[in-house]
């Protein structure tokens, strides 16, 4: 009777559907044959160019009507123009998202040059200024983005692709890393006044990571034209990226609880194998809680087997999602400012990229074993969907979430570090030289030890050659991490501190502005001519 009543319902969803269809299509026909009536009308402004107006009018909308509750519930210092904190971060945030949206469909560049060339002009034009409690929300707004950041990247490790993978991955992930930063963090150490080694490891790890913000994208439009996938170049590169900023977080939080650890040079010797310590263990313990807490959407479902016909399950999966992303996206921001406030700076990060891999490993294998123990109930399900997989991996959904969460976080990370770039910084002496001889030294033993690394790996020189050029962009980690060890340094640290903090910053802007693009372009414009087609 169920299997019946399941058929017949999806036979009139489908009919309604087809003939929603039809009505839709005969109105856009009569569209371009009479103009007189509501429906004419309707399918006019369906047309791309108004729904492009359209949609230009809400963002216009949404902007004035957020500016206008800021400037009726805050104090008018707060909010006046120039010189107010809270506006200065509005009109960065407004500014920040229409430059990465213009620089993309202009000149098609990632979205984060254009966010951060609008820092750069808003801080040395004197139209930012934020100070007090505001300067404490942009911290907080930054580690919120920081936070984003790792439990992406610890969602999209695969570890069944990690396994099949693991040796080329692994020598493309550790080796060109660690031997970039060291390489870099000794030039640092040796050309920049008053750095220390520490401090140089410290930058040396921050210019370490590639950025899949720009070289995911990018694969994934060689991936739709056929290139790529031949040896699976695609995966390769995307699954090694994602390790490749988790060791540089990883070994930057280290190295930042051994720079303002007090105690002695043993304690501090210590701190390191400490806070990896304490962050795997509470990644671990985090994870695993997280896989069976809430109960899985199907699990609720049969539960409620009895009352099955009131039972929407896309409900149900949306409030398991929603609550998902809540406690993995509360825990990680917990742990990542908890550890700061603790003095292990370099748990959090750790415990939050851990913690995000462990649970959406177990929400797949979970959700694996359901479909294998029922497949029944997966077969229904994947009819009722007319013929599609009706219920998404339990981990997908809440990737979206964070999708969401970083695309509304991408201005703040961008826009606010191109804020810390100050024209006057780069007056001093040689500060764009040398910073430029740290980043090209680094990138130059980079490449080297990325050859060694893939050779005998079944690719040839060409597709060799490919995965150094993707190989290069830096961005996304460079602008989560610069501004902690600035506000770390502000805090915790000394006035030397806070020098070495700002050249680190000023030297991080500096690869994203050189790298970012150069990778984009050269993925693009060499991928076709490098990579064979698939056939």
Not at 21 to 46: K, N, P
Not at 87 to 93: G, P, R
Not at 509 to 530: K, N, Y
Request: hydrophobic share 50%; glycine share 10%; proline share 4%.
């Amino acid at each position: 009777m169920g299997d019946r009543n399941g058929e017949k319902y999806g036979s009139e969803l489908q009919h309604n559907q087809d003939d929603a269809r039809v009505q839709f299509t005969d109105s856009c026909g009569a569209a371009g044959v009479s103009g007189g009536d509501a429906a004419t009308l309707a399918s006019r402004c369906d047309n791309r160019l108004m729904a492009t107006a359209a949609n230009l009018a809400a963002a216009i909308l949404a902007v004035a009507i957020a500016w206008t509750l800021l400037y009726v519930n805050i104090s008018p210092e707060l909010m006046a123009m120039p010189g107010g904190s809270l506006a200065s971060i509005f009109v960065l945030y407004v500014t920040g998202t229409v430059a990465g949206w213009l620089i993309t469909k202009i000149g098609g560049l990632p979205p984060l040059l254009g966010m951060m060339l609008a820092g750069i002009a808003l801080q040395n034009s004197g139209l930012y200024n934020v100070t007090g409690w505001c300067f404490h929300l942009v911290s907080t707004m930054r580690e919120a983005a920081l936070t984003v950041i790792l439990i992406k990247g610890g969602l999209e490790l695969n570890a069944g692709q990690l396994r099949r993978l693991s040796g080329v991955v692994a020598r493309l992930t550790v080796l060109p890393c660690v031997a970039e930063a060291v390489a870099a963090g000794v030039a640092a150490h040796f050309l920049l006044p008053d750095f220390s080694l520490v401090w140089g490891l410290t930058l040396g790890f921050t210019l370490s990571a590639v950025s899949p913000a720009v070289l995911v994208p990018s694969l994934f439009r060689l991936k739709r034209i056929g290139y790529g996938e031949v040896k699976g170049i695609n995966t390769l590169l995307i699954a090694a990226s994602s390790l490749d900023d988790a060791v540089s977080i990883s070994a930057f939080g280290i190295l930042l609880g051994v720079l303002f650890s007090n105690g002695s040079l043993t304690s501090k010797i210590i701190q390191g194998p400490i806070d990896v310590a304490i962050g795997t263990v509470v990644g671990l313990i985090w994870g695993s809680v997280l896989i069976f807490v809430p109960p899985s959407p199907w699990a609720i479902i049969y539960t409620k087997r009895e009352n099955v016909q009131n039972v929407k399950k896309s409900e149900i999966e949306n409030s398991v999602t929603a609550k998902r992303s809540f406690l993995l996206g509360a825990g990680g921001f917990l742990a990542v400012t908890g550890s700061q406030w603790c003095g292990y700076p370099g748990a959090g990060p750790l415990a939050c990229i851990i913690s995000a891999f462990v649970a959406g490993t177990g929400w797949r294998k979970r959700s694996a074993e359901h479909k294998r123990n029922n497949p029944l109930v997966s077969a229904d399900e994947v009819d009722r969907g007319n013929g599609e997989e009706n219920e998404e991996d339990d981990e997908l959904s809440v990737v979206q979430v964070f999708e969401h969460a970083w695309t509304g976080l991408q201005p703040v990370l961008f826009a606010f570090i191109g804020t810390d770039l100050k024209f006057e910084l780069l007056k001093r002496g040689d500060m764009i030289f040398l910073g430029l001889i740290v980043l090209a030294f680094g990138l130059m033993i980079r490449l080297i030890v990325t050859t060694c690394s893939v050779v005998g790996s079944g690719f040839s020189r060409k597709e060799i050659l490919f995965v150094n050029i993707a190989w290069l962009p830096k961005a996304t980690v460079q602008a989560a991490l610069a501004p902690v060890a600035l506000d770390i340094a502000r805090n915790l640290g000394t006035a030397e501190d806070v020098e070495c903090a700002t050249r680190l910053v000023t030297i991080a802007v500096i690869s994203i502005l050189l790298t970012a693009p150069i990778g984009a372009f050269g993925i693009q414009l060499f991928g076709p001519r490098l990579l064979p087609r698939n056939s």
